[in-house]
């Protein structure tokens, strides 16, 4: 499958079930880029309903045949590709920078800052965020309610122990404990200084780059429930993916190959805000020359 993650603020979030209001980003899943394309240049635009979007006019994508990458720069960050990665990934994602190559397009390896931050911020920003928004959801005037409680207090109790699952009651305690009284300073913000310091970062690098490549994930799919008592496991993996969210940056995912168990492998391309158009048409040529987004299985 490919996706497109659009700039913050591109498509209305009115009507979203919010998890972490300043990080959700509504984006279209489809066969192929043209399809997510299609769609998203359905939904984005403005909306007077959602005061975060800024969009002025929905995205128009056109339908370019382009074949090449004649002077766009790419930046591959090495430090991606070092601890934690499965060898297959690695290799699979190198490939494709050098079909990109292939394409026209020069790619330049860099290293990225705050890597080692980016996990960490995104977390307890995202933790905070969604404490705040699932309060709401009580028993009383939202979500599931137990209908045995006695008490005020028990129905509040009985409905958010019942009503949540062991990951969401996870992220509220960590969300409420960075937001806590003594705790607010030294966790939550700490991240969003961290999280100004990532923008900017982005920034410099879309001087000397029109998009970045990098895996979606540091490794294939594991089965489901394998990793569920190893949160920290599971957290880092996204490690690639949490820092786009946090500058509000737009990416799209394509499939680009397939581990030796026949599993998919994803490629990640970000651009600048707002370069939904470059980082489509680049992925129309490395679609157009390749044949991964066609196959379900590498098997």
Request: charged letters at 20%; glycine letters at 10%; one cysteine or more.
């Amino acid at each position: 499958m490919t996706g497109i993650k659009p700039t913050y603020g591109s498509v209305s979030r009115y009507g979203l079930v919010a998890y972490a209001s300043s990080l959700d980003q509504i984006g279209p899943i489809g066969r192929n880029i043209d399809d997510c394309a299609a769609l998203l240049s359905i939904i984005s635009g403005p909306d007077e309903r959602d005061g975060t979007c800024i969009s002025d006019r929905p995205f128009d994508f056109g339908n370019s045949t382009a074949e090449k990458l004649d002077g766009i720069k790419i930046g591959l960050p090495r430090n991606y590709f070092g601890a934690g990665i499965d060898d297959d990934v690695k290799r699979t994602v190198l490939a494709s920078a050098k079909e990109f190559e292939a394409a026209g397009a020069v790619v330049e390896e860099f290293d990225m800052p705050l890597m080692d931050y980016m996990v960490p911020a995104y977390y307890i920003i995202a933790c905070a965020e969604a404490s705040s928004n699932l309060s709401r959801y009580d028993g009383l005037k939202y979500g599931y309610r137990n209908r045995q409680a006695g008490t005020l207090s028990e129905l509040y109790s009985r409905s958010r122990s019942e009503g949540f699952g062991l990951e969401v009651k996870r992220r509220i305690m960590l969300g409420s404990f960075v937001l806590s009284s003594g705790y607010y300073d030294a966790y939550y913000k700490k991240a969003l200084k961290t999280r100004a310091l990532i923008k900017d970062a982005y920034g410099k690098l879309f001087e000397r780059f029109d998009m970045l490549l990098s895996p979606v994930a540091p490794t294939t799919a594991y089965k489901l429930g394998e990793n569920i008592g190893d949160p920290l496991k599971m957290y880092m993996g996204d490690i690639y993916t949490v820092s786009v969210n946090l500058a509000g940056l737009p990416a799209v995912a394509l499939p680009c190959g397939f581990d030796a168990q026949g599993l998919p492998i994803g490629l990640q391309l970000i651009g600048d805000s707002f370069g939904e158009a470059t980082l489509v048409n680049a992925a129309r040529v490395y679609q157009s020359r390749t044949v991964h987004h066609t196959k379900i299985t590498g098997r």
